[in-house]
């Protein structure tokens, strides 16, 4: 399974911000559209990630509060990326050896999408049920075992 295949499921809402927003522009968005994470564009590039993660770092670092830090500041500029072309075991990997949620998803320098963790944990459940239907069913289909 390739992360084309999880995009296809999707849709095709992408979330995105620019490095000069404030942050809390950010969180704003995150909370008005329920989600954890934006891309930070600039120029029409990726040039960086925000997630919850690094909005809870800064403000953190901030001393609890959000201040005038700016998208840029808290942003993680080396996100994971991959393509639509990308196994899905190698996404896996690489999230879980990163502790990653969100990875972007770019084919010729542009943004084809988001998957996150669940995106991926919900494909392999998805494949793997499938996958237990059809070998339940050809079990029960077994040439003389007709009881």
């Known amino acids: 399974m390739k992360v084309s295949d999880i995009l296809k499921s999707k849709g095709n809402t992408l979330y995105t911000i620019t490095p000069e927003h404030s942050l809390a522009d950010a969180m704003t968005l995150m909370a008005e559209k329920d989600i954890g994470s934006l891309v930070v564009i600039s120029h029409s590039l990726v040039v960086g990630m925000l997630t919850f993660r690094e909005v809870i770092l800064a403000v953190n670092k901030n001393g609890g509060t959000v201040g005038t830090t700016t998208v840029y500041r808290a942003m993680d500029d080396g996100p994971l990326i991959c393509t639509p072309e990308t196994e899905l075991d190698e996404v896996r990997r690489m999230m879980l050896q990163r502790h990653a949620r969100y ?6 320098r542009m943004l084809m999408g988001v998957i996150s963790f669940y995106d991926v944990a919900k494909a392999v459940v998805d494949s793997q ?12 289909d077994w040439p003389g075992a007709d009881g």
């Open 129 to 140: 049920n499938f996958e237990n239907k059809m070998l339940k069913a050809y079990i029960r």
């Open 103 to 108: 990875m972007p998803v770019i084919d010729n």
